[in-house]
């Protein structure tokens, strides 16, 4: 089974903090993915990582940046936290290359006050 | 751009009843298809997917069958259960278009109740 965990459940971070969040998999897979999730708007793709220090933006990298230094461990940064970055954050991995199919980590679920 | 409209919820049924979660997509290429399903506290799981037109994909009781004609991918169950009660999210990805990403509906909460 493929395993993805993340550092935290539950965050609560202050305005302008600078924030970590950590995604690990258990498995020798390349692709691994940041979404966030708000409620009427679905999942939308913040960054992906295709290999060791290789990243791409996805569809809205603004206010993130992210980090693989190492394969099995990709980390989402949040430079200076925001109330609007209030929300749920979900890390997923790519098994097959020949598939789209994608895994899951628990999500962790962040408040900005 | 590549998108995925699926039913506004919530949805409540009473167990035993008949479900459909209605979901249409548009894409530039040929998509492959996915329901995820999310129960309360958790993250995703794949449900079922669907490759090419006519699949059917099949879990847990749950069909969809990828219509090329329609640009559908309707989520059926023939008698629901309390169990089924989460949140479902349509998708679709691009294969081999170098990105990879899934791109997911707004989902639907399903509430069953007994």
């Known amino acids: 089974d493929v395993k993805v965990t993340q550092s935290s459940r539950y965050l609560v971070k202050r305005t302008g903090e600078k924030v970590f969040l950590e995604c690990v998999q258990d498995m020798d897979h390349e692709n691994m993915f940041w979404y966030r999730q708000d409620p009427g708007l679905g999942l939308r793709l913040i960054y992906f990582s295709y290999d060791v220090k290789m990243k791409e933006k996805g569809d809205i990298p603004e206010g993130y940046s992210v980090s693989r230094e190492k394969k099995e461990r990709f980390s989402l940064i949040l430079e200076s936290a925001s109330t609007n970055q209030t929300s749920m954050y979900l890390c997923?991995?790519?098994?097959?290359?020949?598939?789209?199919?994608?895994?899951f980590g628990p999500g962790t679920r962040l408040l900005v006050l | 751009g590549d998108s995925v409209t699926q039913m506004e919820g919530p949805v409540t049924l009473s167990e035993e009843a008949f479900l459909t979660i209605n979901c249409t997509y548009t894409?530039?290429?040929?998509?492959?298809l996915f329901w995820y399903v999310q129960y309360p506290g958790e993250g995703l799981q794949l449900l079922l997917k669907a490759t090419k037109a006519d699949d059917k994909g099949s879990n847990k009781g749950f069909e969809a069958t990828y219509r090329k004609e329609t640009t559908s991918f309707h989520l059926e169950k023939g008698s629901v259960q309390v169990s089924d009660s989460a949140v479902y999210f349509c998708a679709l990805s691009i294969p081999n278009s170098g990105n990879e990403k899934l791109t997911f509906g707004t989902g639907t909460r399903l509430t069953i109740i007994p």
């Open positions: 997923a991995i790519k098994r097959d290359l020949n598939s789209g199919t994608q895994y």
């Open positions: 894409a530039t290429g040929y998509p492959s």
